[in-house]
């Protein structure tokens, strides 16, 4: 492998391409290329327009847009003034993006032009945002990107970026409804690159090409970008799922790495040309964020012919956990079911409510110890404290390890439901939908889907009188919360199951659509 060394900061990245293969191709976007020449002296720039604006060592930069090459050049610049990007989910509704930026305490937000109304509607609610940067269009009143970068100067202003130094804050949807910001330091991602680039699925050679078609508030989709450029290799950036134009470029650009999670595997072979297309380029695809069903993952693997990779991780973990990797994806083995082995230098077990490890065979939590786990929640110790304990992040998810070793996910022990790939948890779309003026009360659950894994149900008890029909229920959570997270469907009930404590029984609800299930999520 050519490229930055695995053990370089997070700030040395571009700084190292940019001296192995200057003249190489990093990002493709929309038939733009930057090279990383290029997109190491932009990191400068933006570096030096940040500080210039009043950026510390830190502050957070948040950006909201569709995917896009300039996020890089973003993160890159942002991590050289030492502060940390914000991914905001561009999914949200504007007042969850609201949330996010102040939650944040951002002072800059860098936002795309699908997003500038709803950034109007917020301004006035964020009052510690001091710059706002419209990229791909004018706003009156905001910075347009490309005239603000290019006036900084091009020189690395070579601060003295520490190992705990927080690069990028994700948020992850919170049980109180919430989200939590995930703080992932350049020592994390330095852990998390060690590891990494020792697995086949993320060795990428210099100069191969790497599909990202992910979003870019998402782990798995800032990671495809990083892993790329830490190893000279080209990132193809899509601004948005398209299956007929990713079978399109995996034929044309002869791809040789990417991750796409089940559904959009499901889309793609749900497309007419799929065993017409050309995938002897691929080498690997990886794919994670919910469960893949077994036909469909067969028909993949024999279809595209190269290696296959599931990977379980948490944002927490910055995307890191177990990986079932090519030879477990041999049907007689049979671990299709399983998520794999532990990554190389972490800890991965069960345990029981007393923190005592589980047998083999037997459920328990998952736990996970490795330097690749989060710093913490953002301003939230106490979430923190029960979230990692003696070094063990819990991550809420429950499963147990066969006699070979392979963790196999069984249920969750919270309640959070993955759609998708997008986690929803189920206080987040009561309380929209609670306000409703004709709902008694109201609980949210996750129920099988071909096409998500899971979707989102609620059921709703009426108040007296009332009788709204299940469409303004959903129209209602529309309107406050973001649409991977309104309720596919509605259901009315006389009352909702309650244990003697009064807590919902979401088990009781949940039983009669997974009861024929083989596992007990999606």
Aim: with cysteine.
């Amino acid at each position: 492998m050519a490229g930055a060394k695995a053990h370089a900061h997070f700030v040395q990245i571009t700084r190292e391409q940019a001296k192995l293969t200057p003249d190489g191709i990093a990002m493709w976007f929309e038939d733009r290329e930057t090279t990383f020449h290029q997109l190491d002296e932009r990191a400068s720039q933006i570096a030096n327009g940040l500080i210039d604006a009043g950026v510390t060592p830190g502050e957070r930069v948040a950006f909201l847009g569709k995917n896009m090459d300039v996020y890089y050049e973003i993160l890159f610049g942002v991590v050289k003034a030492r502060g940390a990007m914000t991914g905001v989910n561009n999914r949200l509704a504007p007042p969850e993006i609201a949330y996010v930026v102040n939650d944040s305490e951002a002072s800059v937000l860098c936002v795309s032009r699908d997003y500038f109304d709803a950034v109007d509607a917020i301004r006035a609610e964020c009052p510690k945002l001091k710059t706002i940067i419209a990229i791909e269009g004018e706003h009156h009143g905001w910075l347009s990107f490309e005239s603000w970068r290019d006036a900084q100067s091009p020189a690395d202003p070579m601060l003295d970026n520490q190992d705990d130094d927080d690069v990028i804050q994700l948020y992850t949807s919170g049980t109180t409804g919430f989200p939590k910001g995930v703080q992932l330091s350049s020592a994390n991602y330095q852990a998390f690159m060690e590891r990494a680039f020792s697995l086949p699925w993320a060795k990428y050679e210099t100069g191969e090409r790497v599909m990202n078609a992910m979003p870019l508030f998402h782990v798995a989709g800032v990671n495809i970008g990083v892993l790329a450029v830490a190893q000279g290799a080209q990132t193809l950036i899509l601004r948005e799922v398209d299956p007929v134009l990713i079978l399109k470029l995996v034929e044309e650009k002869k791809i040789n790495h990417a991750f796409w999670v089940p559904a959009v595997i499901l889309l793609l072979s749900q497309q007419p040309n799929f065993r017409d297309v050309d995938f002897s380029s691929l080498k690997q695809v990886s794919y994670g964020a919910s469960p893949i069903a077994e036909d469909l993952l067969k028909e993949a693997v024999e279809v595209m012919g190269c290696g296959f990779t599931q990977l379980y991780g948490l944002t927490e973990t910055i995307g890191a956990g177990t990986n079932l990797p090519n030879e477990g994806h041999d049907i007689s083995k049979g671990k299709l079911r399983s998520c794999g082995v532990p990554w190389p230098g972490a800890l991965v077990r069960t345990v029981d409510e007393k923190g005592e490890p589980t047998a083999a065979g037997e459920v328990g939590e998952i736990v996970i110890k490795a330097p690749f786990v989060m710093k913490g929640y953002w301003n939230k110790p106490e979430a923190t404290a029960d979230a990692i304990r003696d070094g063990w992040f819990h991550t809420g998810d429950a499963g147990y390890f066969d006699e070979d070793g392979y963790l196999y996910i069984h249920d969750r022990v919270k309640d959070m439901i993955v759609s998708g790939g997008e986690n929803v948890y189920p206080a987040e779309v009561e309380n929209a939908i609670f306000s409703h003026p004709d709902v008694a009360d109201v609980a949210v659950i996750g129920i099988p889907s071909e096409k998500w894994g899971e979707e989102v149900k609620a059921f709703v008890v009426k108040k007296p009188g009332a009788d709204p029909a299940p469409d303004s229920i959903i129209a209602f959570a529309r309107e406050r919360i973001a649409a991977y997270k309104v309720p596919k469907s509605v259901d009315f009930i006389d009352a909702l199951p309650r244990n003697p404590s009064g807590k919902i029984l979401r088990k009781d609800l949940r039983e009669p659509y997974w009861k024929d299930q083989k596992r007990r999520v999606g």
